[in-house]
C-alpha cells in the first residue's frame, strides 16, 4: 500500500467523522414543541450554522480522498 492510498484513507475517515459530527450539530441545535396546537421552534442559528459548514468540509474532504484514492490506481 502506497502513501497516496493511506492518505486517501485517512481523508475518508476524517470526512465522515465530521459530517457525523455535523449532522449530530444540526439536529441538536434545532427543537420544537407542540403545546395546545400551537407550534413553538427554537434553534440556535450560529451552532446551526457552524453544522453545516462541518458537513460542507466532509463533502470536500471526501470527494478529495476519492479522487486520490482513484488517481493512485
Not at 497516496?4 to 470526512?15: C, M, R, T, V, Y
Not at 460542507?56 to 493512485?72: F, H
Request: net charge positive; aromatic share 6%.
Amino acid at each position: 500500500m502506497n502513501l497516496s492510498k493511506i492518505i486517501a484513507l485517512i481523508l475518508i475517515i476524517i470526512s465522515l467523522g465530521l459530517g457525523y459530527s455535523g449532522l449530530n450539530k444540526i439536529k441538536e441545535n434545532s427543537a420544537e414543541v407542540n403545546l395546545l396546537g400551537l407550534k413553538i421552534e427554537a434553534s440556535n442559528q450560529s451552532e446551526k450554522q457552524q453544522g453545516y459548514i462541518y458537513l460542507g468540509l466532509a463533502v470536500a474532504l471526501l470527494a478529495g480522498g476519492l479522487y486520490t484514492l482513484n488517481k493512485s490506481k
